[in-house]
């Protein structure tokens, strides 16, 4: 329900939610407007726990301050509702965010530049020398670029997942994802799981002969899975850092983004 409903509600719920709408124009009037990336120096962001965002930002701006959340939509929401100063997290999810959420934007300018990658177990050599394979064949048909212009457009919601067969005989292949990183993992409107990373993972499980299991879960729950064999690749725009490599073995990066502030406008 907008603000602006507030009047048509009935009289009970709208003495409820009058103090609610009290309590998100005092936020907003508490911090001030930023407008460009360099004011963040000190800010406040909301990031999503489980997440190396919080990190990214301080290697750019060691004395800002965090508050965590679910979600990277909880994140957004907190800065649309004035409990936090910017948003931090990968850039294209962020735009697909403000693109569809008046009054938010994205500040120009990056505040660290990452690649994304899947990733598979230490040992399982195999796996990623197939979805490096698979990258290869794909941007050299061309198909790669359909994808991103598919899952990226410039205005407006991503296209529909395309039907890609994957049953295959060859066992089941298991995706650990976390389907609240829209474009690359989410749930459309038919509670399927779709994406960029999930179209990639039908094309590894088609090349490999396997059928396709998407495992949804936490996007901090997704490395823990994958080192126990509770799955046996994610995907998620994960960020490729010296730190988780210590621990799973990443695929060549797929696509170039980074860490972004969204903002109020």
């Known amino acids: 329900m907008k ?97 569809k959420n008046p009054g938010l934007k994205v500040l120009p300018g ?9 990733a598979v177990r230490l040992e399982d050599s195999k796996l990623k020398r197939a979805i490096d394979e698979v990258l290869e064949e794909l941007k050299a048909g061309g198909e790669f670029a359909a994808m991103r212009a598919r899952w990226f457009p410039e205005k407006g919601a991503p296209h529909p997942m395309p039907e890609i067969e994957t049953g295959g005989t060859n066992g089941t292949l298991r995706m650990g994802t976390s389907a609240v990183t829209e474009p690359f993992s989410f749930v459309d409107a038919s509670r399927s799981v779709v994406g960029f990373d ?22 901090g729950g997704m490395i823990p899975a994958l080192v126990s064999g509770k ?11 010296p730190e988780r490599a210590e621990r799973v073995l990443f695929s060549e990066p797929y696509y170039t983004g980074g860490i972004a502030a969204l903002v109020r406008e």
Do not use: W
């Not at 507030?6 to 009970?12: C, H, L, V, Y």
């Not at 094309?203 to 059928?211: P, Q, S, T, W, Y």
């Not at 799955?231 to 850092?241: E, L, P, Q």
């Open 110 to 118: 990056m505040i660290t530049v990452d690649n994304y990658g899947f």
């Open 3 to 99: 603000l602006t409903d507030i009047s048509k509600a009935a009289p009970g719920r709208a003495a409820l939610l009058l103090p609610l709408a009290l309590l998100l124009f005092s936020g907003c009037a508490g911090r001030e407007r930023v407008k460009d990336i360099e004011q963040l120096g000190d800010r406040e962001f909301a990031v999503p726990s489980g997440t190396v965002a919080d990190k990214l930002v301080l290697s750019r701006f060691p004395n800002a301050r965090f508050k965590y959340f679910n979600s990277v939509l909880d994140a957004c929401i907190a800065v649309r509702s004035g409990k936090a100063d910017a948003a931090a997290y990968d850039e294209p999810i962020l735009r697909n965010f403000a693109a």
């Open 231 to 241: 799955v046996d690749v994610i995907g998620a725009c994960i960020t490729i850092t």
């Open 198 to 219: 999930i179209e990639l993972a039908h094309h590894v499980a088609r090349k490999l002969g396997m059928k396709l299991e998407v495992v949804d879960m936490d996007f």
